[in-house]
């Protein structure tokens, strides 16, 4: 069908303006900022939205701070011993004395043994008011080994005692060696999970990458690695310590015990990720640009899954507590001198006492509230990983 003679063209207009997608589509500004956003920021703004993350975060930061200052953050030096308050509960804090309102202070003990059952017996007494001081010097101890100070944040009054958590056997404050305790304790994880990470990314890298003979090998060794209770493999690798090591060395044969026991799964976790992205267009361009394979994997491939090793190693985080924990409770871990949350709970094995001086438990705590918070951290960390979900 033609058309008429007399028809005319249609008008035609072609706009030189440039291209304006915003008065277009009338984007807002949250619209925008959210296009335009990395993915580092698209992660920040999903991790800060899971509530129990963000607080452990800020929690575990807090903690690890404050083990650089141990020293000055204890009311006692570490070892320091009161033989007159053997097994002393914990002391109140108290702002008011009879009706009045005061600075903080504890009141001081009387002291008598029970003839009947054995046990110490310590009653507060009012007549004795012991202001807490604050930015005052106290024990003498050695700051990280390199200089003697006796500043501390905390301090009992002059004559007086401060056992916020009570004390031990030995009349040791329990408070104070809790915070020397999370120097080990806390280090011991981030030194295992450090072992763990470059076992587990080394060899389920290469496993999957060049698979062959080299998979099937590792593959049988994590198996056999896996299928050994962890509890007595820990025993029988720790007793193989010998005690004549000083307890330095120690520490960090736990460490590697503990790194070299937990990178199993991690290895499987690189390996199948690998098989995964090896095939992808942008490994084979690397490969034909002249790409190492050191440089493929550890360049192009493991950063496309490291938030997910990230949350990963959190979560390993806690396992590592645990397992030096553990250890040394049942006095196969670290010993004494060293002081971790581990060596103290072996204050408890003994049923009788904790019995009669139930604060000997303390110790616990700070286990369970550290491994709460790196599971939620993790928790967190793993859903901010993939922020386009």
């Known amino acids: 069908m033609s ?3 007399d028809a005319s063209p249609l008008p035609h207009f072609v706009s030189d303006r440039p291209f304006d997608p915003e008065a277009v589509y009338q984007y807002t500004a949250a619209q ?9 920021r698209l992660m920040w703004w999903k991790f800060r939205r899971h509530k129990p993350a963000l607080i452990s975060a800020v929690f575990l930061g807090v903690i690890y701070l404050t083990i650089l200052v141990s020293e000055v953050l204890a009311p006692y030096n570490l070892h320091s011993r009161h033989t007159t308050h053997v097994y002393a509960p914990p002391q109140r804090v108290h702002i008011f004395h009879e009706g009045t309102l005061q600075a903080p202070f504890v009141y001081g003990f009387n002291y008598k043994l029970n003839m009947e059952n054995l046990k110490r017996e310590y009653v507060p007494d009012a007549a004795k008011i012991q202001p807490i ?10 700051f990280w080994g390199v200089f003697r100070s006796d500043w501390h944040v905390v301090c009992p009054a002059e004559g007086g005692t401060l056992f916020l958590l009570g004390t031990d056997r030995l009349g ?10 999370a120097r080990i304790s806390l280090t011991i994880g981030l030194l295992g999970v450090m072992v763990s990470l470059v076992l587990g990314i080394v060899i389920g890298g290469m496993a999957g990458y060049y698979g062959g003979l080299f998979d099937i090998l590792s593959q049988r060794l994590i198996e056999v690695i896996q299928s050994i209770p ?3 493999l820990w025993l029988a690798l720790a ?23 937990d990178w199993t799964g991690l290895a499987r976790t690189v390996r199948s990720k690998l098989f995964a992205l090896r095939e992808e267009d942008y490994v084979s361009a690397a490969q034909v640009m002249g790409a190492s394979s050191y440089r493929i994997v550890f360049r192009h491939l493991i ?3 490291a938030s997910h090793l990230i949350a990963t190693a959190t979560i390993a985080i806690p396992s590592m507590i645990l397992g030096e924990t553990t250890l040394s ?8 001198p060293i002081t971790s949350w581990g060596v103290l709970l072996t204050e408890a094995q003994n049923i009788n006492a904790v019995a009669l001086y139930p604060w000997l438990l303390w110790p616990v705590l700070p286990v369970i509230l550290v491994v709460l918070a790196f599971n939620f951290l993790g928790d967190g960390l793993r859903d901010a990983a993939d922020p386009y979900k």
Do not use: H, M, N
């Not at 001081?133 to 050695?142: A, M, N, P, V």
């Not at 329990?174 to 020397?180: A, D, F, G, K, N």
């Not at 007793?239 to 044969?253: D, R």
């Open 172 to 181: 040791r404050d329990v408070l104070s060696r809790i915070i020397y305790g």
């Open 230 to 232: 962890s509890i007595p």
């Open 3 to 5: 058309l008429p003679t």
């Open 133 to 142: 001081r604050w930015f005052c010097r106290g024990d003498e101890y050695e």
């Open 329 to 336: 409770f049942l006095g196969l871990g670290l010993r004494a």
């Open 303 to 305: 950063p496309g899954f």
């Open 32 to 40: 925008k900022a959210l296009f335009e956003a990395s993915q580092l």
């Open 239 to 261: 007793a193989i310590l010998p005690i004549t090591w000083s307890p330095i060395v120690v520490y960090f044969g736990i460490t590697v015990i503990l790194g070299l026991l």
